[in-house]
């Protein structure tokens, strides 16, 4: 059955490391999303792809980068660069055409730990 | 700044009784509106949106209002179960989705 899968659930991060979070989707979707989310904030965009091998910068992209190699593969790479790492990372992929281009559909997301 | 806003950060409500989520919005430009609900360590849903050429977009126990001129959108849940206990996430839409910070509902048996 078609969704969005997402892993790990959980992952830890020494200081100074770089880490990749994964995100595959199964829908055929031409558009995928990253969001990060803290206690008591909204889904905050960090990068979105709306075709392969191209990518944009969402509200808070630094200290983050991605890959769009492929159609269903969104990777997101957490870098040492960024500060304060610790949150629930969102992947969501969305169609670009039929379907009104807003509605997403979100994996079940990773927890990323600093150690 | 916080282009979509959604002040009460949480709701208690009686099973059986209408829940009242709402959500307040700056940029007159948003052209569609979403709503989304999300339970602890998942991904959200979508739930129900609305265009802005629209008022009121129904769908079973939900019904999402839209009041342009006020910049103020509503989620109605009626009648309202113990399952719909999640966080409730508004989002608006142009050019990209922006989220709200989300209002944590919970309804009481």
């Known amino acids: 059955d078609g969704g969005i899968t997402q892993s790990p659930k959980y992952l830890f991060r020494k200081e100074g490391q770089n880490v990749t979070l994964s995100c595959e989707q199964n829908?055929?979707?031409?558009?995928m999303y990253w969001y990060r989310q803290d206690p008591g904030q909204g889904l905050r965009l960090i990068y979105y792809s709306q075709i392969v091998n191209d990518f944009q910068k969402g509200d808070i992209a630094e200290g983050y980068s991605v890959s769009r190699e492929k159609k269903e593969s969104f990777p997101l790479t957490v870098t040492s660069a960024q500060k304060n790492p610790t949150a629930f990372y969102l992947c969501?992929?969305?169609?670009?055409?039929?379907?009104?281009?807003?509605?997403?559909?979100f994996g079940p997301g990773t927890r990323l730990l600093v150690l | 700044d916080q282009q979509v806003k959604q002040n009460s950060p949480s709701l208690s409500v009686q099973e059986g009784r209408i829940s009242i989520l709402n959500c307040d919005y700056t940029?007159?430009?948003?052209?569609?509106f979403l709503w989304y609900k999300k339970y602890p360590a998942e991904g959200p849903t979508f739930l129900i949106s609305?265009?802005?050429?629209?008022d009121k977009n129904e769908d079973g126990r939900f019904t999402v209002f839209l009041n342009k001129s006020a910049k103020h959108l509503s989620l109605h849940i009626v009648p309202s179960q113990p399952g719909d206990s999640a966080v409730y996430f508004c989002?608006?839409?142009?050019?990209?989705?922006?989220f709200g910070t989300g209002t944590k509902l919970q309804v009481i048996p």
């Open positions: 609305i265009s802005s050429i629209k």
């Open positions: 829908l055929n979707h031409d558009a």
């Open positions: 969501a992929s969305s169609p670009w055409e039929g379907e009104p281009q807003e509605t997403q559909y």
């Open positions: 989002a608006a839409s142009y050019q990209k989705v922006t």
């Open positions: 940029n007159s430009m948003f052209d569609y």
